[in-house]
């Protein structure tokens, strides 16, 4: 059972351009949630998705971010326009339900924008 | 606001000796708590969990201790192995949709 799987690991982007992360959750996970660390700092919640819905987006910067997790296929964190300070770490996590302890993360993407 | 405090960045020990991480929260609405190990370049790895009706769970050499009143828990590593070498971070949640609130971490260096 292969675990939460995040590409690219490593992606850079001038700015102005746009990012895509993906996040394939672990078999039989329909709860996902993204998380962005900044340097120095620890995990910032961003948004929670379950299938084709949003559940809680609370952390997403009100622009240029984007989140979506469809019927079929990875949940998609995008940004646009991206700007230096969106340099960070970023995390998936995926569960079977809403309940913490069942959560596994992926090893991230780490965007540097230039 | 920072609901979740680690207020030490970094931990030295001994290997064989007692590891306390320490963790500080202010919202009494948490009922769950979470400690995560972290390498450099990987994800953060589930260690252990406390529910908030209990003040103290043990799995192997960790173990958690929740103080209700005092807002506070601890993660103690006995004994302590130079594999412990790693970020270690608190989290908390409200049980409603496993969404995390993260500590800033502790970076904890075993010495051999």
């Known amino acids: 059972n292969a675990g939460v799987m995040q590409n690219p690991r490593h992606l850079v982007r001038r700015r102005g351009q746009e990012a895509r992360l993906r996040c394939s959750p672990m078999k039989g996970h329909s709860h996902v949630y993204w998380y962005r660390q900044l340097p120095e700092e620890g995990l910032k919640f961003m948004v929670y998705?379950?299938?084709?819905?949003?559940?809680?987006e609370s952390g997403m910067p009100k622009e240029r971010f984007s989140a979506e997790f469809p019927k079929e296929g990875p949940s998609i964190l995008r940004i646009q326009q991206v700007v230096r300070g969106d340099s960070a770490a970023y995390f998936c996590?995926?569960?079977?339900?809403?309940?913490?302890?069942?959560?596994?993360f992926g090893q991230g993407t780490r965007l540097t924008v230039v | 606001d920072q609901q979740v405090k680690q207020n030490s960045p970094s931990l030295s020990v001994q290997e064989g000796r007692i590891s306390i991480l320490n963790c500080d929260y202010t919202?009494?609405?948490?009922?769950?708590f979470l400690w995560y190990k972290k390498y450099p370049a990987e994800g953060p790895t589930f260690l252990i969990s406390?529910?908030?009706?209990?003040d103290k769970n043990e799995d192997g050499r960790f173990t958690v201790f929740l103080n209700k009143s005092a807002k506070h828990l601890s993660l103690h590593i006995v004994p302590s192995q130079p594999g412990d070498s790693a970020v270690y971070f608190c989290?908390?949640?409200?049980?409603?949709?496993?969404?995390?609130?993260f500590g800033q971490g502790t970076t904890l260096q075993v010495k051999p």
């Open positions: 919202n009494s609405m948490f009922d769950y």
């Open positions: 406390i529910s908030s009706i209990k």
């Open positions: 989290a908390a949640s409200d049980g409603n949709t496993g969404k995390l609130i």
């Open positions: 998705l379950q299938k084709e819905n949003i559940i809680d």
């Open positions: 996590a995926s569960s079977p339900s809403a309940h913490s302890d069942e959560a596994f």
